[in-house]
């Protein structure tokens, strides 16, 4: 097994503003780890960014069960 990116994420910093982003990888050996990204990487450019949006609730319950997407423009 090769080294494999599962996810490239940007994480956000107590300010609330975007920090560096990062990878998570899944190692020859089997193991994951959080990987920081060069800026100028393939991985970094043209990625689509989300923040949580929304809450969605169960109709019944009234409890959040997940949350809406929205892009941010980059």
């Known amino acids: 097994m090769t080294q494999e990116v599962l996810a490239v994420v940007i994480p956000r910093t107590a300010k609330g503003e975007s920090g560096r982003p990062q990878a998570l990888v899944r190692t020859a050996e089997g193991a994951f780890e959080l990987s920081d990204i060069a800026e100028d990487s393939p991985l970094a ?9 929304e ?8 409890e959040v069960i997940g949350y809406e997407m929205q892009v941010v423009n980059g």
Do not use: M
């Not at 450019?45 to 949006?53: E, K, M, N, R, Y």
């Not at 609730?57 to 009234?62: F, W």
């Open 55 to 62: 809450p969605i609730l169960d109709p019944e319950t009234r």
């Open 45 to 53: 450019l043209g990625v689509t960014h989300f923040a949580q949006g």
